[in-house]
Structure formats: C-alpha cells, structure tokens
C-alpha cells in the first residue's frame, strides 16, 4: 500500500493569505498525484491532477508542483469560498488508490 | 450532463444488511472504473474499492477487504455497495465517483453520497 501523508492537519488562514500544503508518499509516485477540495455536504472536487495540471474551471491562484514523494498545494490570495478542506490522493497504483488525511482550512 | 445518483440514506442496525449504489447517467457507463470512498463523522476520505463495469473486475482497499462487496449491473448503469452484516464503525458517507480516462486517474465525477447510520 501507498501511505500518503499530508501536512499540516490544519491551517487557520486570513483572506488573502498565502497557503502551502504537502503531501509526501510512501513511495514514488512519479506526478500521479490528484488534489481535491471537500466543503461539507459536498462532493469533493478536483483541483490539479498529474500534481501541476489546473482542472478546467479552476481558479489559476491554485497551483500544485512535485514528482517522485513530494508535492506541494499552493493556494495564493485565499478567497472566502476556499475555506474547506484539501485532500492529495494518489493514483499511481490504479484502480488502487489512497488520500492524504486531509488539511483543514479554518478561518483566523 | 454526466452524473452519479445515489440511494437514499440508510438507517440500520448491526448486524443487518443493506446495498447502496450509485447511478451513471451521459456517459458510456461500462468504460469508467467506479471507485467507492469512505468519509466518517469527522474524519478524512478513505478509499473503500473500485469497479469496472464492462468486466466486474474489482480492486480493494486491504481495509475493507472481505468487509464490503461491490458489484454492478451493466444493463442499468448502475454500481454497488453491500455490507452483508453491519457494525457501528461502519456509520460514515459513502461516496461513489468514477475515474476519468486521463492519463492521471482523478476521480472527475462524484456522486452526492449515501449516508449509512448503523445504530442499535
């Protein structure tokens, strides 16, 4: 199995902030590194996929970088509607896949 | 419009049994994998297992192995989820979604979740 760590667990951030979240995995996962955003009672969303690819629609103050076990999420000027929390999964070993424990972002 | 629709909540009590499933609809439904992901009352996504449709192949999370069994009927575009005997610690939000075709494997499409409550 492919264990993915993510950190921190929780970041209380001001609009306008800048945020960096990372993942690390277990073992390479070359760049088949997704990141999602969850907002309660909502299906999770994608964000980046292929650890720098922006999802279409997705706003370009989002940004992912890495390859190999370290990947970084990057949020730039943080808007009111991005307080939710982020997931890293991997999808290296498809169909298998695993997900990051999550960073909560909480309003300062 | 490609969706996901799944089945209504679900009340149970331990011990019992129950299928959920997860609707595809303005897709062709047997060439995306349909993974099954699990959220518990405030925890993160856990990846429960996954599907193809057009063969029933089936990959598990070692965590749920033997715990779930997940299925699927072709001629209704239609995937499941069963627990043949329930336990409290199963309670959480069960989330179908299907894997894109990208080269990258995200998951694209996400139903709106089925909440199991398993209580005596």
């Known amino acids: 199995d492919i264990q993915m760590t993510q950190s921190p667990s929780s970041l209380s951030v001001s609009v306008g902030d800048r945020v960096t979240i990372t993942c690390r995995a277990s073992?390479?996962?070359?760049?088949?590194l997704n990141w999602y955003q969850h907002k309660p009672g909502k299906a999770p969303k994608v964000l980046i996929y292929?650890?720098?690819t922006l999802k279409s629609g997705v706003p370009s103050r989002f940004s992912g970088s890495g390859s190999g076990r370290d990947f970084t999420l990057t949020i730039n000027s943080l808007q009111p509607e991005d307080f939710a929390t982020y997931y890293c999964?991997?999808?290296?070993?498809?169909?298998?896949?695993?997900f990051g424990q999550g960073t909560k972002l909480e309003i300062k | 419009e490609v969706q996901l629709v799944q089945s209504g909540a679900e009340v149970k009590k331990p011990g019992e049994s129950v299928k959920i499933s997860c609707k595809g609809s303005?897709?062709?439904?047997?060439?995306?994998?349909i993974g099954w992901v699990r959220q518990m009352p405030g925890k993160g996504l856990e990846w429960v297992g996954s599907?193809?449709?057009?063969?029933?192949?089936?990959s598990y999370s070692p965590s749920f192995q033997g715990q779930v069994s997940i299925s699927v009927d072709k001629s209704i575009s239609t995937a499941y989820l069963q627990w043949n005997r329930l336990k409290a610690s199963d309670t959480a939000m069960y989330y179908c979604?299907?894997?894109?075709?990208?080269?990258?494997?995200?998951?694209?499409?996400w139903g709106k979740g089925t909440t199991v409550t398993v209580s005596s």
């Open positions: 292929g650890a720098s």
């Open positions: 303005g897709y062709s439904f047997t060439n995306y994998w």
């Open positions: 979604a299907r894997r894109s075709d990208d080269y990258y494997y995200y998951m694209d499409v």
């Open positions: 599907i193809y449709p057009d063969d029933s192949d089936t």
């Open positions: 999964q991997q999808s290296y070993s498809s169909p298998s896949c695993s």
């Open positions: 073992q390479s996962v070359s760049t088949y």
